[in-house]
């Protein structure tokens, strides 16, 4: 089964009940108990990590990097934030680490979009005033949109990964980034703008 | 600025399509398998012999392992050539390998004894005096500290000039009455 990555629960930084019981049994050792937090997070980590990226393998291979050092790092979990913030934060180091140190910008390697693409009110309106040819234009549309994402710095494009596309609050994003809301907004802002010019032709 | 007041309506339109990008079927089924496998082999890690890991910057930096590489065929092709000059052989019977020691005419002690006319003995006596009793001991010459001498005290009268012979001796055998001559010489 394809799993949508906007099927993920939603983004909810405070720690439930569940993923406290999970997380104190993992640190005992209870593999099975990790295996049901990764389930839980892993459309979400990867969905981050893969538009980061633009690529399937590295987002795979990161994504299971980041649940790998997690577990490393379980027992110095406190559980003082959690556990779903704990985890995206190292995701979003690991990731920005990556991609620091891949110096040019790497093939992208593209997922597939899922059905619900074509039937989305948004992206239609968009399409249908352009082109009959739907399918065709849609696969074009992603090209563009993940070129023009790439065009962002690494900091840019997380700040509009986790809030346009992931939904995560200005408040969440500046606890996972290290920074305050006003730089959150700021930068949004200023990402927004650079695709508004990258992407001009299928906005105007 | 009011990020909030903006006109990002049709970007956030266009960015809603990212979330209908899904990775391929069954991926997310396999991956707590996957991530399962990387935590045991983890724990089971081998261990990476040196030469391995000093090799490997070689591999992600072609242009470092080049560098050192004309750098060590550099030593090697130096040593090859100037280095032969530097290990000719100075005895051909050491080269040969049929006496372990010089000549015995090319010696320190013979040398000295043929400049200063003494026998192996008694120069051996003075060698052997000498570091009971340094030269150092001996009092300084008269004109090397006379007022107002300047460089002129240095330049001694041809006179003062004695044969190495006699500085040798004298200058071993009795320090406390060493001529002032003797131990200056340049």
Known sequence: ?204 | MHPEQDDFESVRCLLALKRHEVPPPGFFDAFPDAVRARIRAGRTRPVIPWWQRLFRPAQWRPALAGACAVAVGGVVVWHAGFGQTARLPMYPSLARGEQASAPNHLTPLHAMSSVTGLGDAELASSVANSSMRPVVGAPPPSWLFTPGAGMRGVTRPAAAYVRPTAMVVTGLQSSASAPSTSTNLP
């Open chain 1, 1 to 204: 089964m394809a799993a949508t990555l906007n099927e993920s629960p939603p983004a909810d930084a405070a720690p439930t009940p569940e993923d406290r019981l999970l997380v104190s049994r993992a640190q005992a050792g209870d593999l099975e108990a990790y295996d049901a937090l990764i389930r839980r997070y892993q459309e979400r980590i990867y969905a981050t990590i893969y538009h980061m990226t633009s690529n399937h393998e590295d987002a795979a291979d990161l994504a299971q990097e980041t649940f790998v050092k997690a577990h490393r790092a379980l027992k110095t979990f406190k559980g003082d934030s959690s556990f779903f913030t704990w985890i995206y934060r190292i995701a979003v180091n690991k990731t920005i680490n990556f991609l620091k140190q891949r110096r040019h910008r790497g093939q992208m390697s593209l997922n597939d979009l899922d059905f619900n693409a074509e039937h989305d009110p948004d992206i239609v309106a968009l399409i249908s005033e352009r082109t009959p040819h739907r399918e065709v234009k849609l696969r074009e549309l992603q090209e563009r949109l993940n070129a023009a994402m790439q065009q962002l710095s690494d900091e840019h494009r997380m700040v509009v990964t986790l809030h346009d596309i992931q939904g995560l609050r200005h408040e969440q994003i500046g606890e996972l980034m290290n920074c305050n809301v006003g730089t959150v907004r700021s930068r949004l802002y200023y990402a927004r703008q650079q695709l508004q010019a990258y992407l001009a032709d299928w906005i105007e």
